[in-house]
């Protein structure tokens, strides 16, 4: 994750902070929080998802019969 994304998903998950306390800390506003963490929330889904859901295969898709 890009490190401005890093920072807030830390602080809120693994040292749970709350939004206002994370938002002071970094000096961004509580909305920004909200949107660092939903946009780093995305990127991890994104990147899990390819790693541990691959697409299939062209052969190995089921048919539709």
Do not use: F
Request: proline letters at 8%.
């Amino acid at each position: 994750l890009p490190d401005t994304y890093r920072q807030v998903l830390i602080l809120r998950a693994l040292e749970g902070d709350d939004t206002l306390t994370t938002a002071r800390k970094l000096r961004i506003t509580p909305s920004n929080v909200k949107v660092r963490l939903h946009r780093a929330h995305h990127m991890l889904r994104r990147e899990y998802q390819q790693v541990l859901l691959p697409p299939l295969s062209h052969e190995a898709q089921p048919s539709c019969v």
